[in-house]
Structures are given as structure tokens and as C-alpha cells.
């Protein structure tokens, strides 16, 4: 991939503002512990969210190669705040394809502009990766729903005010059939947060949702009836990509500094980086995150083209996030002991980046998708 | 190694203390900001803590393979408390061999019972690996010597009642051979300390000695004059494999919750445990530390019979804690999002393995030892 | 594993001709179409077939442990060769276990002076690994049993003079438990062969075996009815450990050769082993074979001393031949063009060694024996 | 990289040319032991050859990416006969730059009809990857120049029409900058060659070329005296992208083989597919493959931009082989002991695409480039 001048210059501004601003204060948000919703406004208002969306609702109306370049920029600065243009230009899209006019005039230039921010609601706590099997409980009662059940790993649930959430509207034995989406609007009644221990991507406040008779009305239902499930997979695709591309935005930060290490400090009288017990490992992590970095993108040119990408997406999403672990490790180790301290921001990398190795589907569920798209239903044992 | 019956008595005992005391601990004990002297006189109290030691100075005059199982057992329950027990051991034997009478007699003792803490200090800011570079100066003054200098890196800093300095009697051009080593007690006027922010192993209070003008008696002087690095130096290949040993008792603890968990845990109305895209990589994960456990246990053995074993020992070194590390990303991994929360101890053993990737020479001086050892000064570059 | 003095005398027996005599014609060997029976007899002369064996029947009486230490020595200089301990001490083992006395007292001492061999016949066309599901059949008829079907995949199927040969007497639904091991000897009408185009080990002469009216005397039966399956594969745990360490021998000698290459071979005016790009992988590799070498000989110990051991030997077999054809590869590469040319031993270890990443149970096999130690049913999906 | 409709046209002719032509006689040409002529010249035919040269002589006037697609393409049917192509694509590029316009004229509309093939000549016995060090002579003799010395390790020694010879017009203190280029026309005297026994890629014909008293007139002389060794550095760059995407073709097609077996054969009752064992390796090597493709395109269209691209292509050129090797292997293996005899290709790709973990700069030259491109002189040693 070889940016446009138009992207160059997007890039430009995004990396600007990822090593002047984000990443001198990547620890000090983490000790925070909080999510900093100024910032949020700050990359609206310099055009770093929203990038692939319709310029009438206050996007750039660029592709989404473009959002995978931001993305990029910004997580070399902080992995966890390049998560949130990843939301919006996510959950922006599905908005767009199903809500009523009048909720998407209304909350994706807030989404965009930073004010605002959606989660996305699937995961339950028996469910994991077996998102078919969803319980939450939504009874039609005249013009509205009530939804009765718990969402839990969900992201932003901490900080979200706008919320998607699938729901059973359909029998249990329907499986992904029965499922259905709902938009829930900012100050919805009945609505219970929790915000979990993690090891790391603290500030984005991963936890439970809990609903007790949340009303929603009929026409916030996105999409058909039973059609929910449907709908989010596409999205994942796109968001695959656009993760494993934070990732080797983290991952070229942590390079970057351990190249400068290994050629300041001084061992056995010459710089470390003449080693190439130092020098090698870092060069096959360049090298390994240089590889992922244009699958991702190849990625998103298809989606661009219109192509099938799923298969792609999945290899990006497993590959990104482990291969960024283990560069970042080796990093870490290059800085000895300096490096296993909270001076330097790569143990906090590290924390970060493996919550992805997690999330939105682990490297197995990656791995089942990649084989079932070559063997088809050989590949499926349940 | 298949454990004799006085080693599988012991053995059962560490085991014991360390399953019901220790493991239930672990988390909490990364919080707390100092050495737990309780614990430690509880181990004393078992005859965990002399294992290789003489019985005439209230040891059990075991072998080094003895102590091994014990400190393998314990870093089941504790990476870092089991590094009491090769603490100890390494460190009177260092006295008993060198240290006049009078210091072997009041302090030995005291270290058997887990009541007074001794650090090793010899690593300096300009040193790392390169330690023959002392520059800590001990200038003689009538009976005494004048200590001026720092040390860093120094485990137990923070805690350690005594100290086993290494200083420069001789000129810089000496090298390795003007360093000569003296006992310090705690409370001697001049020394003062700092704790390091450290990623993992926080009870032991990694940080820096402060030496201003620290008057030490000459008769706390051990060894002869010139003779200190050497001293120290004798033990170090010994303590490698019992630090692969630690490495493998925490591994070999994620190992077993994970395998509990992917026997319990059902996704696709199945143990997980039946996808081999999860069993296989615990199963791997098994295979290597096993592997490297025997390697430690048979470089401990060569020790025992009196044969050369510094390449088995950097092996073990290099091997262990690396290995250790990236199986216990896996078993975090097998548990799911959860096992990214801070509930469950496998972020703490990654972060508490890896110090030991760095600490007592890196992988990279460990291969750099092997290569030496198989030909020679052709192998070295500087 | 520190061997005894007379592990250490029978070890530089077999070092000494595995060095001057399988060395220096291993890759002629490679060449042959037929096992080399002179090789075979001089090694039944030096003693090293029947290690393992009593001493009533020519054997050595030693413990396995020394079996092994033959074996990995055999190994060093021909990987192939280095199979027929394992398969004399292994297959004259079953026949005193279960064969009648006739059998025992004519053919063994023949298999220990290297003058005849035998070939278990156990895996089918439609079988593989799932070993329990065998079709050949043998029908009794009068004294006689006659058998019909086809083996394939055996091991010295072109050379063998004799066989154990697994036939279904009882139905199949009976599984393993209807299956009945025949002593067959060659020149028997009816049976015919044919040898397979492997990529190595071809001194083995891997093969087919057709059984078309074969008739073989009631009397020849090894075994009761429908013990057969269980006899054999009380071997195999122990076997397993053995394999790992022809691997490691294999594996050593590559190693040993690349560390001379890399003393002498000079590139911008030094040694290359002085590149730690050079050095290291080779340390690396130093490392994991004697990690591994360490664990099969414990799993030899663990059989010695009639402990459970079907765990580490799985592991050894899902380890040693991977890790030895990588290492040996790595060899290989040292020695940049040279090493790629058929002059060098390492093309024809790994052919031959990889071999043995599919052979008697493939490491998926392996992993899922593993993960069943450690799990139970909750491992097995089938 | 998505192809243009003109290079989804060709890619759908090399792809048919590949699967149809090359690929059913892959292992017999190498049973032939001998370069096929005729299937140059159908490449040449079918427009295969050239992609990237001028229309006016006998090229495509495409782009280095079009050239990139054959070459996979070509390659998942023969990796050595998708050799040719990289050939004359490289070295036609250094005579149009280089050689007078006669020559060009001449030559390489002959090479790219697969008339002729051309041989680049570099490296020495004494040479490897130290290129500058070169010691063939080229002395001055009137409007001549004389040749004498020894190429070794030359690609398509044995079956070259034309060559391009670096020579020593300087003094050996001279280094890299003595050096020279000569074209050296077909049928010219003092030429003799030799063969090598290697393990791969035999109808390549790597050998050596004697040059005893070979005159060459000085118009020949290749660029400015002394200048010969910075051109084709430049084009190793090209090459190395070319390279990698050889070895992508290869193992894709290993892996293609690999899925369409997990499909088709069963165990346990179901297609091995299912087992998760088998699986999941296949997925990652197709991850794997498909992120050092999109690099190699990547790297390709950087060149095609006029942009730097030392490191990118230093990246495949280390990546892709290796990553094939150890794809191809796990493919083999999935195949069991079937995939370990003759019968199945696999073996023969490991050992042709090992050769390029070797060939044209192994991969430790390659990670010292990525070292130096990014911490400059502070990587260098030597």
C-alpha cells in the first residue's frame, strides 16, 4: 500500500498528533484509569474519525484504507485510544445500513465529532465466541421491546452512551436466526454497568451490561427481525483488519525505540545494535510486521473493490495481535532490565495488544474460519 | 531424575506449603511493598531453606538436585518466594567457603531461619553483563576500607539485612582480578537505597545501593584481596538450573489451570478441552517443560558428581524462563478473556518470568557461553 | 543422566563404531536397495543388539536407559541403522513375553547376532493411526490358522526373514480385543511384498506386505486369542524415548559438524562463528536437543523403575523428530550452498528423520495422548 | 495488490500454462535431470517471459508487479522453471541499462522469446556473500580484455548461452569499487563448466565456470569501469521481491494439495479436516503466505513508485523461503507417510525453495541490510 496524497496527508496530521500528544502520555492515561473523552474530541475535530464516512455527517468521505492508515498512526501513539476511530467508523456503518434517518442524523456526527460513543452489545456470559447461542431476552409489548438479560466483555461499557445490542427476539432453538439488533438510545432507563480487572486497554473500560426492563421502541430495531447476527458479522471483517493494523502501529513504536536503544547503548565498547543477537531479532520483527501490515491492507483493498475478504480478515485479526506480542516482548528484552520497568511503555504494549488476541474472536475461531473457507463444512466438527 | 525418598519427603513437604500457603498469596503478595519476613521464617521453619547446606550449620546436606525439587515445587506456588530458598543457599555457601569465622557463625544461622536477608551486589550502572568492570571503590584506611560507589540491579535491595559487596581494591586495569569482596552489614552509616519500578517480581525489591563513605572493618573483608569475583562467579552456574527450575513451577502452574479449565469450560456443548486447537498447544507447552526440566535436573546432577556443566547451565538459563514465558501466554490465552483479568494469576507469572529473561546474563550471554563452549574464542567477537 | 561405568564402556563401544565405520557411509547407504546384513551381524558381534535383553539369551541385561545411550551413539553416525537395537530389543522382547518356546529358542538368538529380522506388521492400508481397527483376517482351520489381507507401512517389510503379524480372529466389533498376533516366517507360500519410494530411510525398506492363503500353524500363535493388540503395545510406550534419541544423535552429529564449520570457515576476515547470526541458532539448537536428550532418558529412567511414563515418552516422540529436522536444517544452512549439495550428510537426515514425525504415531497422535494424561475423555472429540 | 483486468488476463494464461503444463511433469524434469529448452521458449510464446521489458523488443511493456504474478503463478506448477522468468526480467534490465545498443538488440528479444538464457556470474569459491572481495581478473590487452579466474555457485551455469561476468579491473585493495561488469557473447572460447550434486533445483544447474584466457572486447565492458558492482546491487533489490513471491507460489500450491487431502481423507470416522490438529497449522501457512505475498507486491509497487525499497525486499527475500520451507514441510506431513514418499511433491519443493534460503544472499545478509536501514553504520561489525 502506497499512501495517496490525499492519505499522505491524513497520515501525516494522525502521526502528528500520535507521537506529539498521544504517546507522551500513553502510561499516564492507564494510571488514570479513565477514559479521556476531550481527546475523543480532539480527533474529530483534526478529521481522524469517522474517515470512511459520507462528509454530510461530518466524515471524510475517504476509503477505508485510509482509516486503516489512522488507525495505524494513532496506536504507534496509544493502541487503546486508536480504538475508538475503529468504533465509530464501525458502528457508524451499521447505523447507517439499518437505523431510521433519524438516528443517524442525530448520533453519527456525534460519533464522529468525538462526543459521543456506541458499544456494541453481543457477547454473554455463557456465550464467548458462540455467539448463536445468545439469551438476553427481548418481549415485544405493544410498540416497544423490553429487554431483560446481561451483556458482558462488552467495550466502552464503561464510558458508552449509545449502545447496539443483539437480542433473543426469536425461540432459543432458532439459534443465530432469532437473533435481532436493537439501537439503544443515550439516557435508556435500566441499564446497569460494570467495568472489569484487565490486565491491560484498561482505559477502555471492558465489563458487564445490565439490563432490567430496558424499553426500547419497535423502529430501533436494526434490520429484520431475526436478521441481527447477520448483520454484525460483516462489520467484523472490516474491523479485523483495522485491528491488526493498531497493532503493528504498537509494534513499530516498540521497534522504533529498541532500534534507537540498540544503536546508543554501549556494550563491550560498541553499540549493542552491532550484535546481531540484538540486531536479528529486531530485524525479523520488522520484517514479520512489515508482512502483516500489507495483508492488512491487501484487506482492505478487496473491501474496497468489493471483493471477498473474510478469509483475509481472519488471518489479519489472528497474526496482528500475537505477532505484535511477541515483537514487543523481544523489544522489551532489548532494553534488559531498563525495558522490565514501568519507565518504558513496552510492558504496557504488551498488556494492551494481547486483550486483542482475545477479543472479537480468538486466533482459534480465526483459524476455524480460514479452514472453513478452504474445506468448507470438512472443516467444522460441531 | 526420578526422586529418591528422602528427596519425595521433602518434596511433598515444599508441595504442601506451597499449594496451601503460597499459591492462595500469589496475587496478593505483588501488591505488597515489602519482603515478607513471616513467610520466610515459615520456610525456615520447614527446612526449606538449607536445603544444600552442611547440617552442621543446621542445613539437611542434601544435594543440589534436592534443592532444585524444592525450588521447583515452590515456584509452583511463587516465582518469587521460591527464590528464597537458591538465595540462601548460594549465599552461605559463599560465606562458609570464604567469610572469616566470626561472620559465618553470627550470620548463616540467622539466614537458615529465614530471619536476616543477604544481597549480592555486584552488578553496577555501567556494568549489565559486563561485570569484570567494577568501579566501586574500596580504599584501604588502617583497619578498615573506605566504600564509595553504587550498585544497581540488585535483588532483594530494598529488604536485604546484609550485603556482599564487590569493590575495586585494585586498578582498573586489573579487570576481574583487582576486585576483592567485603560484608557489609545493614545499618552501617552511608548506605542508602532506591526500589525499582519493576513490571514483576515486586516483593523482591529489585533497586540501587548508595555507597558514601562506608567504613568496613577489615576483618569483614572475604577472601583474599583480588579474589572476589572469582568467588562469586564459582556459584553462578548452579544457580541457572535452579532458576530453570523456578521457571518450570510457575509453567507448570498455568499448565494445570489451564488444563482444569479446558476440561470444565464448554463452548459448542463441549469441553474445550476436546479442540485441539486447544489441547495441542497445552500439550506442546508440556512437552517443552518437561523437556527443560530435565535438563535442569541433570545439570544439577552434573554439579552433584562434580562435572562440568556451565553450557548445561547458560541452556537452562536461556531456555527456561523464555519458554516459561510463552507457555504461560498460552494458558492465559486458553482461559479467554478472563484470563486476561487480573483474577487470575497468569499475568502475574508472565510478568514475574520475565525479569529472569533479563536477570543473571540475558539469552543472548547464555548462547554466547554455549557457542564458547563449542569453539572456543572463535565464537567471540569483542 | 550421568551414565555408570559400564553405561560409559558400552557407550564408547558404540560411539567408536558408530563414528568409523555408520559415519563414514551413511550417505552411500542412503544408495543401497537392501539392509545390510554384515553391518547388522557386526553389530551383533560388539554386543550392541541385545542390550536390553537377558543374559540367558545372549543379551546384555541392562536397563533401557543403556539401550538408549546405544541407541542416540547408533544414531549419530546412521540414523537408520540406529533402528535396529531398538527393533531387535523390542520384538525379541515380545516373543519372550508371549511366543511359545519353539519360536523363542530357535529365532532369538538369531535376531540378536544381527543374522535374522523381524517386522511387526500392525498398521493397514485403511488404518493409519487408528490402529485398533485391523482387517486382515485369519480363520482357524484345524490347526492351522489361515490369513488374507494386506499390511502396509511396515518397517524393513523388504528384508524381514520373520513376522508378528496382527490378525482379526475375532469380529469387528470387537475392536482391539478381536485382534491375535502370528509368527510368520519367510518363505511361507502366499506372501508377497513390495517396498515403497520414501523420501528417506530407505535402508529401511518401508513397505507392503500381502497375505493371500498364507497358512500359519496354530502353534505359531504368540499369544492368547485376542490378545494380540495389547501385547504390542505395551512396547511401544518405551520406544517412543528411543526414537527421541536416534533423533538426538542424528541431530548432534549435524550440530557437531556445523559448530566445526563455523570455527574454520571465515567471512569478512573472521570465523563466521564469531556472527552471532551464525552462533546463536546453532545454541539454540545445542539447547533444545540436550532439553530433549535429558527427557527421554528420564522417561527410560521412569520405565526402569517401573513408573508410568506413556505421557513423556508421547512427548519425546512429538518433540525429538520435529526439533532434530529443524535443527538439522538450521546445520544445514550454516554451511550456506556447500550444505545443500548432496556431499553433505545434513540433506539425508532430515529426509530421514522426518520420516519419523509420521511414523508410530504422527505428533498429533502424540499431543492428543498427551492431552488425554492430563484430561482424560475431556480431550477426545472422536 | 488486486490485479488489472490486463494482469488478471495474464495471470489467468500463466496460472492455466502452470497447472496444466508444469505442474504434472514437475518431478519427472527433475528425474530428466536436465533444463527443458522447449519450455523457455513456450513461456515465450505464451508472452510469460518479459513482462516487464519494452514491446519493442519482445516484452509486454508491463509493470515489475506483472512480472511478480507469473512468477508465483509459474511457480505453484515449477518452482525452478519459474526461475527463467526472474532471470530474464533481472538481467535483460542490467543489459538495456548497461550494454551498447547492438547488444541489446540482439540479446534480449533472444531471451525473452526463451531462445537464450543469460547467467549472471558473482560470486567465487573464496567468495559466499562477500561480494567485494572478488578475485577473477580481467587484464587490458589492446581493444580486449583477458579473463582468468573461477565463478562458482552460478545459477543456469551449465545450460547459459550468455553471461555477465564480474571481474577485478582494479587492484584488489580497490574492494568493491575494482570492480567491473562484461557481457560475454555466446560461442566465446576459454569457457568450461561444471555441475554441482545439489539437492535441489537440479535443472537449474548451479555450477562453476572456468575462464581461461577468455577475451572479450572492451565495448563489452558493462557501465563505467569499476561501477560494475553497485549495478547489480540495484537490481538484487528487484529480484529478491520476485523471489519470495516463487517461494508463495510453491507453497500455496503444497498447501492447496494439503486442504484438498484434509477433505478427502478420513479418520476416526471423519475427514482429518475436522480435527483442528490438522487444521490449524494449514491456516496458519496460509496466513503466513499470504502476508509475505501482499509485502512482496507491496515491495514491488514501492519500486514501480520510484520509492526506496532496500528494506521491504531484504524482508521477502528472508521471510519467503523460509516461511515456504516450513509451510511445505507441515504440508507433507499432513499427507502422513503418503506425503513422505516420491510420490507427492512435496519433498521436492522443500528441497528447491531451501535453495533460495541460501542463494542470492542468505538470510542473515538480508537481516543485517534491515539492521543497517535502520540504525545505519551502528549494525556493522565487520
Not at chain 1, 125 to 136: F, M, T, V
Not at chain 1, 179 to 193: L, M, Q, W
Not at chain 1, 335 to 364: F, K, N, S
Request: aromatic share 8%; proline share 3%.
Amino acid at each position: 500500500m502506497i499512501p495517496t496524497e490525499d492519505q499522505s496527508a491524513l497520515q501525516e496530521a494522525a502521526r502528528k498528533f500520535s507521537r506529539e500528544v498521544l504517546l507522551p502520555g500513553y502510561q499516564q492515561r492507564e494510571r488514570d484509569d479513565a477514559w479521556d473523552r476531550e481527546l475523543g474530541r480532539e480527533m474529530g475535530r483534526l478529521g481522524l474519525m469517522g474517515t470512511d464516512l459520507p462528509e454530510e455527517l461530518g466524515g471524510l468521505g475517504q476509503d477505508s484504507i485510509t482509516t486503516g492508515i489512522i488507525s495505524e498512526e494513532l496506536a504507534y501513539g496509544d493502541f487503546n485510544v486508536s480504538a475508538l476511530p475503529v468504533n465509530v467508523s464501525l458502528n457508524a456503518a451499521i447505523l447507517m445500513r439499518h437505523a431510521p434517518r433519524d438516528v443517524i442524523e442525530e448520533c453519527v456526527p456525534q460519533m464522529i465529532s468525538g462526543d459521543k460513543i456506541m458499544a456494541i452489545c453481543l457477547t454473554e456470559p455463557r456465550g464467548g465466541s458462540d455467539a448463536a447461542n445468545l439469551q438476553l431476552k427481548a418481549r415485544r409489548k405493544g410498540d416497544d421491546f423490553v429487554l431483560n438479560g446481561e451483556k458482558t466483555s462488552i467495550t466502552f461499557a464503561y464510558d458508552a452512551d449509545l449502545f447496539l445490542v443483539f437480542v433473543r427476539t426469536g425461540a432459543p432453538e432458532d439459534g443465530a436466526k432469532g437473533v435481532s439488533a436493537f439501537f439503544i438510545p443515550e439516557g435508556t432507563k435500566g441499564i446497569t454497568r460494570t467495568k472489569f480487572d484487565d490486565v491491560g486497554s484498561r482505559i477502555i473500560g471492558r465489563g458487564s451490561l445490565f439490563f432490567e426492563d430496558v424499553v426500547v421502541p419497535a423502529r430501533y430495531m436494526l434490520g429484520d427481525e431475526g436478521r441481527g447476527f447477520t448483520q454484525v458479522m460483516q462489520g467484523f471483517d472490516y474491523s479485523r483488519a483495522l485491528i491488526a493494523l493498531q497493532c503493528c502501529g504498537a509494534a513499530q513504536a516498540s521497534l522504533d525505540e529498541a532500534w534507537a536503544y540498540s544503536k546508543e547503548r554501549e556494550a563491550f565498547g560498541r553499540p549493542i545494535g552491532q550484535f546481531q543477537g540484538v540486531s536479528f531479532p529486531l530485524a525479523e520483527g520488522e520484517s514479520n510486521i512489515a508482512a502483516i501490515r500489507q495483508l492488512s491492507y491487501h484487506t482492505l483493498a478487496l473491501r474496497e473493490a468489493g471483493l471477498e475478504h473474510t478469509k483475509e480478515a481472519a488471518m489479519c485479526k489472528w497474526m496482528g495481535p500475537k505477532t505484535a506480542f511477541d515483537v514487543i516482548h523481544q523489544c522489551l528484552l532489548t532494553l534488559g532490565h531498563y525495558g522490565w520497568t514501568h519507565e518504558t511503555p513496552h510492558q504496557q504494549r504488551m498488556r494492551d495488544v494481547m486483550g486483542l488476541e482475545i477479543g472479537d474472536g480468538t486466533a482459534g475461531v480465526m483459524k476455524q474460519i480460514i479452514a472453513r473457507q478452504k474445506i468448507g463444512r470438512a472443516a467444522i466438527q460441531y | 531424575m526420578i526422586p529418591d525418598d528422602d528427596q519425595k519427603a521433602l518434596g511433598e513437604a515444599a508441595r504442601k506449603f506451597s499449594r496451601e500457603v503460597l499459591l492462595p498469596g500469589y496475587l496478593k503478595r505483588d501488591k505488597a511493598t515489602c519482603w515478607d519476613r513471616d513467610l520466610a521464617r515459615e520456610m525456615g521453619g520447614l527446612g526449606l531453606l538449607g536445603v544444600s547446606l552442611p547440617e552442621e550449620v543446621g542445613g539437611l546436606g542434601e544435594r543440589s538436585v534436592t534443592l532444585g525439587i524444592v525450588t521447583e515445587e515452590l515456584g509452583y506456588g511463587d516465582y518469587n518466594v521460591s527464590q528464597l530458598p537458591i538465595n540462601v543457599c548460594l549465599n552461605a555457601s559463599i560465606l562458609l567457603r570464604s567469610a572469616p569465622k566470626h561472620i559465618v557463625e553470627e550470620w548463616v544461622p540467622q539466614m537458615l531461619t529465614g530471619d536476616k536477608l543477604m544481597a549480592i551486589c555486584l552488578t553496577e550502572p555501567r556494568g549489565g553483563s559486563d561485570a569484570a568492570n567494577i568501579q566501586l571503590r574500596a580504599h584501604r584506611s588502617g583497619d578498615d576500607y573506605i566504600l564509595n560507589g553504587e550498585k544497581t540491579s540488585i535483588t532483594f535491595a530494598g529488604d536485604a539485612d546484609i550485603f556482599l559487596v564487590f569493590a575495586r581494591t585494585g586498578t582498573v586495569e586489573d579487570g576481574a582480578k583487582g576486585v576483592t569482596a567485603f560484608f557489609v552489614t545493614e545499618g552501617t552509616k552511608g548506605i542508602s537505597r532506591s526500589r525499582f519500578d519493576d513490571v514483576g517480581s515486586r516483593i523482591i525489591g529489585r533497586g540501587s545501593l548508595f555507597f558514601e563513605d562506608v567504613v568496613v572493618p577489615a576483618r569483614n573483608r572475604v577472601g583474599d584481596e583480588g579474589k572476589g569475583f572469582t568467588q562469586v562467579m564459582q556459584g553462578f552456574d548452579y544457580s541457572r538450573a535452579l532458576l530453570g527450575l523456578q521457571a518450570c513451577g510457575a509453567a507448570q502452574a498455568s499448565l494445570d489451570e489451564a488444563w482444569a479449565y479446558a476440561k470444565e469450560r464448554e463452548a459448542f456443548g463441549r469441553p474445550i478441552g476436546q479442540f485441539q486447537g486447544v489441547s495441542f498447544p497445552l500439550a506442546e507447552g508440556e512437552s517443552k517443560i518437561a523437556a527443560i526440566r530435565q535438563l535442569c535436573y541433570h545439570t544439577l546432577e552434573l554439579r552433584d558428581a562434580g562435572l562440568e556443566h556451565t553450557a548445561q547451565s547458560a541452556m537452562c538459563k536461556s531456555m527456561g524462563p523464555e519458554t516459561a514465558f510463552n507457555v504461560i501466554h498460552q494458558c492465559l490465552l486458553t482461559f479467554g478473556h478472563y484470563g486476561w483479568t487480573m483474577e487470575t494469576a497468569h499475568q502475574q507469572r508472565m510478568r514475574d518470568v520475565m525479569g529472569q529473561e533479563i536477570g543473571d546474563g540475558t539469552a543472548n550471554i547464555m548462547k554466547q557461553i554455549i557457542s564458547r563452549s563449542r569453539i572456543g574464542r572463535a565464537a567471540i567477537q569483542y
